[in-house]
């Protein structure tokens, strides 16, 4: 079945940039709609942003718009989170999660219910 290993959290200074990374195993992502989450202390779960499964449709958190880029490379397998001037309320765990669709512009934010598999969780910390 589907694994999904992120990389590339860590400590950041504020308006710094870093870039997320989730790499699937065993199974192509070339069918899975994908997103972006993220968890602060004491918060609830909310979404930063999705990409169909054709990378043609995505979305955004207003939180993050222009700031936050969202894209995949189908040959490497894998679904990037670019990060860009970053500031302390960016500090979260985040993860990434998938869920298997025949629709190639699905793309889902609102309801993390939907998606099936889930990263391990990165953590970004944004502090001077």
């Known amino acids: 079945q589907l694994q999904l290993v992120e990389s590339g959290g860590g400590l950041v200074q504020p308006g710094g940039s870093l870039r997320l990374s989730c790499t699937a195993s065993a199974v192509t992502l070339d069918y899975y709609a994908m997103g972006w989450f993220r968890q602060a202390p004491g918060k609830e779960r909310e979404g930063v942003s999705c990409?169909?499964?054709?990378?043609?449709?995505?979305n955004y958190a207003d939180s993050v718009k222009g700031r936050f880029i969202i894209f995949r490379d189908y040959a490497n397998n894998t679904v990037y989170l670019q990060m860009n001037s970053l500031s302390p309320s960016d500090t979260a765990v985040y993860y990434c999660a998938g869920f298997y669709t025949t629709d190639e512009a699905t793309c889902v934010m609102a309801n993390f219910d939907e998606y099936d598999f889930w990263g391990q969780g990165a953590q970004v910390t944004v502090s001077s």
């Open positions: 990409i169909s499964s054709s990378g043609g449709n995505t």
